[in-house]
Each structure stands twice: as structure tokens, then as C-alpha cells.
């Protein structure tokens, strides 16, 4: 069973910035495209970034674009969403998950594990 454990939320001001990780259990972790995702309070989960199996390409939403870095790190297991000059906008909780295959994917249903989110505040 594939576990996936999300850490580095947090309350920060606008401007901020944070690093998220996502840690994974097994031993298959670069065998998976990887993906993250947030959901706000009332609305629907929305993608945010996805990268294929070896971090050689990537995808972002539009909203986040150019101010989010998603990357990874297979020998530790571990992908990692870099957020800078966030936008109360972007508070949320911020699901980590693998993907189904390896290449990238930018809607749910081509995760197959997700973890339990993290939350993400950002005051004005």
C-alpha cells in the first residue's frame, strides 16, 4: 500500500512563501508521475502542478504559473511543491498525489493515491 504524507503548510502573509513536501512509501516512488492538487473551502479540487516520473517535464496551472516550482527527488522518495509570492487565493488544503502511470496528468482521475492534504493560509 502506498502511503503519501504532506508537511510544510502554514499561515504566512502574502508575499511569503512556503516549500511543501510530500514524502512516499515503497519502493516504485520514480516509477510515478506525481501531482498536486488544493481544494478551498467550498469549491471543488482543483490542480495546481504535476511532474512525470523522472522531473523532466512538468505542468502548472495558469493561476499558479511562474510563481510555483514543482520538483523531485527519487532516491529520498520525495516531491516538493515550491510556492513564492503567495496570494490569499492560494489558501487551501494542498493534496499530494501519484500518479496511475508515468507521465504527467493534470486531472484526478489519473491519481490513483492521495495523501491527507496540508494546509496552506495566506493572510492579506
Known amino acids: 500500500q502506498v502511503q503519501l504524507v504532506e508537511s510544510g503548510g502554514g499561515l504566512v502573509q502574502a508575499g511569503d512563501s512556503l516549500r511543501l513536501s510530500c514524502a512516499a512509501s515503497?519502493?516504485?516512488?520514480?516509477?510515478?508521475?506525481m501531482g498536486w492538487f488544493r481544494q478551498a473551502p467550498g469549491k471543488e479540487r482543483e490542480f495546481v502542478a504535476a511532474i512525470n516520473w523522472s522531473g523532466g517535464k512538468t505542468s502548472y496551472a495558469d493561476s499558479v504559473k511562474g510563481r510555483f516550482t514543482i520538483s523531485r527527488d527519487n532516491a529520498k522518495n520525495t516531491v516538493y511543491l515550491q510556492m513564492n509570492s503567495l496570494k490569499p487565493e492560494d489558501t487551501a488544503v494542498y493534496y499530494c498525489?501519484?500518479?496511475?502511470?508515468?507521465?504527467?496528468?493534470?486531472?484526478?482521475?489519473?491519481?490513483?493515491?492521495w495523501g491527507q492534504g496540508t494546509q496552506v493560509t495566506v493572510s492579506s
Open positions: 498525489a501519484r500518479a496511475a502511470g508515468t507521465s504527467v496528468v493534470v486531472t484526478p482521475g489519473g491519481f490513483n493515491y
Open positions: 515503497g519502493r516504485t516512488f520514480s516509477s510515478y508521475a
